[in-house]
């Protein structure tokens, strides 16, 4: 089970962390992920984060304004969201990879939060 917290409204510019507890999974064992949903659109890849920290992942709209992080000592993700932007409006989940390793398909991932909505005003 993922829940995920730190959503809300934010100005244009501000920032925005998010967090996604994992209580009772093995979390250091699996990749992680953050996706998004806007209103009408298809959920789409934001960011990963390898078991290890090994290795992170981003959308080319969220380079250099976001980062993922994990603290597997307390089953914790995080997105660090810098500089957000209206088109950053949406609800946004953080998901469990099938494996060690993350990539950008949903389909590779088999666990999901309930989602957190970041609204970015202008």
């Known amino acids: 089970q993922l829940v995920e917290s730190g959503g809300g409204l934010v100005q244009a510019g501000g920032s925005l962390r998010l967090s996604c507890a994992a209580p009772?999974?093995?979390?250091?064992?699996?990749?992680m992920g953050w996706f998004r949903q806007a209103p009408g659109k298809e959920r789409e890849f934001v960011s990963a984060?390898?078991?290890?920290?090994?290795?992170?992942y981003y959308t080319d709209s969220g380079k250099g304004r976001f980062t993922i992080s994990r603290e597997n000592a307390k089953n914790m993700l995080y997105l660090q969201m810098n500089g957000v932007k209206p088109e950053d409006t949406a609800a946004y989940y953080c998901?469990?990879?099938?494996?060690?390793?993350?990539?950008?398909?949903?389909?590779?991932?088999?666990?999901w939060g309930q989602g957190t909505l970041v609204t970015v005003s202008s």
């Open positions: 998901a469990t990879s099938r494996a060690a390793d993350a990539t950008t398909r949903s389909s590779d991932y088999n666990y």
């Open positions: 009772g999974l093995t979390f250091s064992r699996y990749g």
């Open positions: 984060i390898t078991a290890s920290s090994g290795g992170t």
